[in-house]
C-alpha cells in the first residue's frame, strides 16, 4: 500500500506555509483595483473637510425661531465649492445647495420644501431639529485616521475610499510572476498542426487566464514533451519566477515524468496526491527556491486544483493569507450516493428561487469535459465518507463566477 492521501485542507496548509509575499510596489490610484493594500491607508484629509449641508435649503440660527411661520432675512448663498463666509446672525438665513459649506454662526439646515422664498426673505413654514441635514466635519473619517488595514484585496469601493482620503498612489504588491508549462508528448497549442494522437490544450491558456483573475502576471512557457532533460532546461531558465506551475505528468504512468525529472534535479516534494476528486495526482514542492505546482493534465481536474490551491497560493503571494474559496450553502437538486475516501468537487449549474439557490449537478462529471465546466456555476463540495444525500438537502458550493 502507498502512502495515504493528503486531505485537501492539509494540502492547502502545506502550499501556504511553504510560500512568502512578494514585496510590496508603489501605483497610481487609478491602476490599484484588484491590487493588496500593503501598507495601513492613512487619511490625508477629514471627510467631509468641514460642516456641510445634506440637502438644498436655508442655513440659520436655530435660535432665531421663535415661533413658525417666521419670515428670516436672506442674507446671502452658499454653493459647493462657493462658500458663504459671513457669519449668519440671529433674524437671518442663507440660501444653501447640498455639499455646500454650512456658513459660521448656522448651525440647522431648513430644507426648500419647508419655506417659502419672497422679496421679503423666507418664511419658514416647519420647526426644524437643532442640527437638522448638517454633515460634520470629519463624520466619515478625520486626517490621520487609519481608514483601511493590510493586507486587502482592493475593490472598486476602496478606490473610492482612497481617493477621498487623497492618496494618489497606492503601497500594494506586485503582481507575482507565474510561469505555466503544459507537458505532454499528445499536446499541441490551439492553432499548430494537429497530428495523429494529438489534442489542443486547454491547460495552458486556461491557467495563464485564472492567474491574471486572481491577481498574478502569467508567462505562458508553452509546451514542453514528455522529456525530463527539456522540462528541467526549462525549469532552469524560470528559476527567478514567484512560481512554477505544470499540467500534466504529474501521475504514476510511464510517460508521468514531471516529478521524476525534477527530482534529479534536487526538487524537494511537500506532497504527492491529495484525496479528492478530480484533482488527484497535485504535486507540490520546490525546486531549490522556485516553488513548483504539479497539476494534473486532465482540464477539467487542472481548473478544480487551480480553484482550490492556486488560488490560495497566488492570495499567499501576494500577502493575504491563502484561506480556500469561500463556501455557502444551497439546496441539491438531485440525490447523490455516499461518496467514498476523497473528497468530491461535482460541477453543478444553479437556479435561483426566494429561499437558498439549487444546485444541480451534470448528469457526467468526467475530468475531460471542459465545456460542462464552462457551463458550470458551482462545485458542490462532498467530504470524504459523506452520506448519500436527497434532493432538497443542504450542500455546500463553491461559486466559480
Given at each position: 500500500?502507498?502512502?495515504?492521501l493528503?486531505?485537501?485542507?492539509?494540502?492547502?496548509?502545506?502550499?501556504?506555509?511553504?510560500?512568502?509575499?512578494?514585496?510590496?510596489?508603489?501605483?497610481?490610484?487609478?491602476?490599484?483595483?484588484?491590487?493588496?493594500?500593503?501598507?495601513?491607508?492613512?487619511?490625508?484629509?477629514?471627510?467631509?473637510?468641514?460642516?456641510?449641508?445634506?440637502?438644498?435649503?436655508?442655513a440659520?440660527?436655530?435660535?432665531?425661531?421663535?415661533?413658525?411661520?417666521?419670515?428670516?432675512?436672506?442674507?446671502?448663498?452658499?454653493?459647493?465649492?462657493?462658500?458663504?463666509?459671513?457669519?449668519?446672525?440671529?433674524?437671518e438665513?442663507?440660501?444653501?445647495?447640498?455639499?455646500?459649506?454650512?456658513?459660521?454662526?448656522?448651525?440647522?439646515?431648513?430644507?426648500?420644501?419647508?419655506?417659502?422664498?419672497?422679496?421679503?426673505?423666507?418664511?419658514?413654514?416647519?420647526?426644524?431639529?437643532?442640527?437638522?441635514?448638517?454633515?460634520?466635519?470629519?463624520?466619515?473619517?478625520?486626517?490621520?485616521?487609519?481608514?483601511?488595514?493590510?493586507?486587502?484585496?482592493?475593490?472598486?469601493?476602496?478606490?473610492?475610499?482612497?481617493?477621498?482620503?487623497?492618496?494618489?498612489?497606492?503601497?500594494?504588491?506586485?503582481?507575482?510572476?507565474?510561469?505555466?508549462?503544459?507537458t505532454?508528448?499528445?499536446?499541441?497549442?490551439?492553432?499548430d498542426?494537429?497530428?495523429?494522437?494529438q489534442?489542443?490544450?486547454?491547460?495552458?491558456?486556461?491557467?495563464?487566464?485564472?492567474?491574471?483573475?486572481?491577481?498574478?502576471?502569467?508567462?505562458?512557457?508553452?509546451?514542453?514533451k514528455?522529456?525530463?532533460k527539456?522540462?528541467?532546461?526549462?525549469?532552469?531558465?524560470?528559476?527567478?519566477?514567484?512560481?512554477?506551475?505544470?499540467?500534466?505528468?504529474?501521475?504514476?504512468?510511464?510517460?508521468?515524468?514531471?516529478?521524476?525529472?525534477?527530482?534529479?534535479?534536487?526538487?524537494?516534494?511537500?506532497?504527492?496526491?491529495?484525496a479528492?476528486?478530480?484533482?488527484?495526482?497535485?504535486?507540490?514542492?520546490?525546486?531549490?527556491?522556485?516553488?513548483?505546482?504539479?497539476?494534473?493534465?486532465?482540464?477539467?481536474?487542472?481548473?478544480?486544483?487551480?480553484?482550490?490551491?492556486?488560488?490560495?497560493?497566488?492570495a499567499?503571494?501576494?500577502?493575504?493569507?491563502?484561506?480556500?474559496?469561500?463556501?455557502?450553502?444551497?439546496?441539491?437538486?438531485?440525490?447523490?450516493?455516499?461518496?467514498?475516501?476523497?473528497?468530491?468537487?461535482?460541477?453543478?449549474?444553479?437556479?435561483?428561487g426566494?429561499?437558498?439557490?439549487?444546485?444541480?449537478?451534470?448528469?457526467?462529471q468526467?475530468?475531460?469535459?471542459?465545456?460542462?465546466?464552462?457551463?458550470?456555476?458551482?462545485?458542490?463540495?462532498?467530504?470524504?465518507?459523506?452520506?448519500?444525500?436527497?434532493?432538497?438537502?443542504?450542500?455546500?458550493?463553491?461559486?466559480l463566477?
Amino acid at each position: 500500500m502507498g502512502a495515504p492521501l493528503l486531505p485537501v485542507a492539509e494540502a492547502r496548509r502545506l502550499i501556504v506555509e511553504d510560500l512568502a509575499s512578494v514585496a510590496p510596489e508603489t501605483v497610481k490610484l487609478e491602476e490599484a483595483l484588484g491590487r493588496v493594500l500593503r501598507a495601513d491607508a492613512v487619511a490625508q484629509v477629514s471627510h467631509p473637510p468641514a460642516d456641510v449641508s445634506a440637502m438644498d435649503g436655508y442655513a440659520l440660527c436655530f435660535e432665531s425661531l421663535k415661533g413658525i411661520p417666521q419670515t428670516l432675512t436672506v442674507s446671502g448663498e452658499s454653493a459647493a465649492g462657493h462658500p458663504y463666509r459671513n457669519i449668519v446672525r440671529p433674524g437671518e438665513a442663507v440660501r444653501i445647495f447640498t455639499g455646500a459649506y454650512v456658513p459660521p454662526g448656522a448651525d440647522t439646515i431648513v430644507i426648500q420644501e419647508n419655506t417659502i422664498a419672497s422679496e421679503s426673505g423666507v418664511t419658514i413654514n416647519e420647526h426644524p431639529r437643532l442640527g437638522q441635514h448638517i454633515r460634520p466635519a470629519g463624520q466619515d473619517f478625520r486626517k490621520g485616521d487609519v481608514v483601511l488595514t493590510s493586507p486587502r484585496l482592493l475593490t472598486a469601493r476602496d478606490v473610492a475610499l482612497l481617493a477621498a482620503m487623497n492618496l494618489p498612489h497606492v503601497p500594494v504588491s506586485r503582481r507575482p510572476i507565474v510561469g505555466v508549462l503544459s507537458t505532454g508528448d499528445e499536446v499541441v497549442l490551439p492553432g499548430d498542426p494537429i497530428a495523429d494522437g494529438q489534442i489542443v490544450s486547454a491547460n495552458g491558456p486556461g491557467l495563464c487566464a485564472f492567474v491574471t483573475a486572481h491577481g498574478g502576471e502569467p508567462l505562458h512557457l508553452g509546451v514542453v514533451k514528455d522529456d525530463p532533460k527539456a522540462l528541467l532546461r526549462i525549469a532552469e531558465q524560470v528559476a527567478h519566477l514567484d512560481l512554477l506551475v505544470t499540467s500534466g505528468g504529474v501521475s504514476v504512468g510511464d510517460h508521468d515524468v514531471v516529478k521524476a525529472a525534477l527530482s534529479s534535479a534536487g526538487f524537494k516534494a511537500g506532497f504527492h496526491k491529495v484525496a479528492m476528486r478530480p484533482g488527484k495526482p497535485l504535486l507540490y514542492g520546490r525546486l531549490h527556491n522556485l516553488p513548483v505546482l504539479g497539476l494534473p493534465g486532465n482540464p477539467v481536474s487542472a481548473m478544480v486544483c487551480a480553484t482550490l490551491f492556486l488560488s490560495s497560493a497566488l492570495a499567499r503571494l501576494q500577502g493575504l493569507p491563502g484561506d480556500g474559496p469561500r463556501t455557502m450553502s444551497a439546496q441539491l437538486g438531485t440525490d447523490l450516493k455516499a461518496n467514498d475516501s476523497r473528497a468530491d468537487f461535482i460541477r453543478a449549474t444553479l437556479q435561483h428561487g426566494n429561499g437558498l439557490p439549487v444546485a444541480t449537478p451534470f448528469p457526467v462529471q468526467d475530468s475531460g469535459m471542459v465545456a460542462t465546466l464552462a457551463r458550470a456555476d458551482a462545485l458542490i463540495v462532498r467530504e470524504p465518507q459523506a452520506s448519500a444525500a436527497k434532493a432538497g438537502d443542504t450542500v455546500s458550493i463553491i461559486l466559480l463566477n
